[in-house]
C-alpha cells in the first residue's frame, strides 16, 4: 500500500510539472494499492482545476471510480488524530490534507508515502515511526507541493 498526498497527483496530471515524470512512474509502477484521504482528492481537484481545466480534473475522479486508486474513508479517531496534528504543527502550517495522510500512516503502519511536500513531512513526526520515507525520492523533492 502506498499513501498518496496531493503533490503526486497534480505533477501527475501536469505534463509541464517538474516532477511529471517522477510522479508518474512512481504511481504506474507502484504494485498498490494506491490510496489517498478525501481530504487530498478535494485539495488535489481543486489544484489540478486551478492550474490546468476541468477535463484534468475529471481524469482524477475516473481514476478512483475505475479503481486505479482507492480513498480511504476516515475514522473518528483519524479526525482526533488530524486535530492533533493541526495544533501541532500550528507553527508550521500543516493543513488537513497533510495531516489526514499522516493519520492514515499511523492507523496502517506505513512508513512511506508519495508525496512533494518534505517541507511538512520532514518535520511532522509520526506516532509509529521516527519518521514518513518520502517517494519519488530525488534532489527536488524540497518543495511545498
Keep these: 500500500m502506498l499513501l ?13 510539472d517538474r516532477d511529471h515524470e517522477a510522479c508518474r512512474q512512481l504511481l504506474e ?5 494506491l490510496v489517498t484521504s478525501p481530504l487530498v482528492v478535494a485539495e488535489a481537484g481543486w489544484l489540478i482545476r486551478r492550474q490546468l481545466d476541468a477535463r484534468a480534473e475529471s481524469l482524477l475522479y475516473e481514476a478512483i471510480a475505475g ?17 492533533e496534528l493541526i495544533i501541532t504543527y500550528a507553527d508550521l502550517g500543516l493543513d488537513a490534507a497533510d495531516a489526514s495522510i499522516v493519520a492514515l500512516a499511523e492507523r496502517f503502519n506505513l512508513t512511506a508515502i508519495a ?7 520532514r ?23
Design 123 to 145: 518535520v511532522v513526526k509520526p506516532a509509529h515511526c521516527e519518521a514518513l520515507t518520502l517517494l519519488p525520492y530525488h534532489a527536488g523533492n524540497t518543495g511545498n507541493s
Design 4 to 16: 498518496v498526498d496531493t503533490g503526486p497527483l497534480l505533477a501527475t496530471a501536469d505534463s509541464d
Design 29 to 33: 509502477s507502484h504494485p498498490g494499492p
Design 115 to 121: 508525496t512533494l511536500d518534505a517541507r511538512d513531512f
Design 67 to 83: 479503481g486505479d486508486m482507492t480513498v480511504e474513508h476516515l475514522t473518528a479517531a483519524d479526525w482526533q488524530r488530524v486535530a
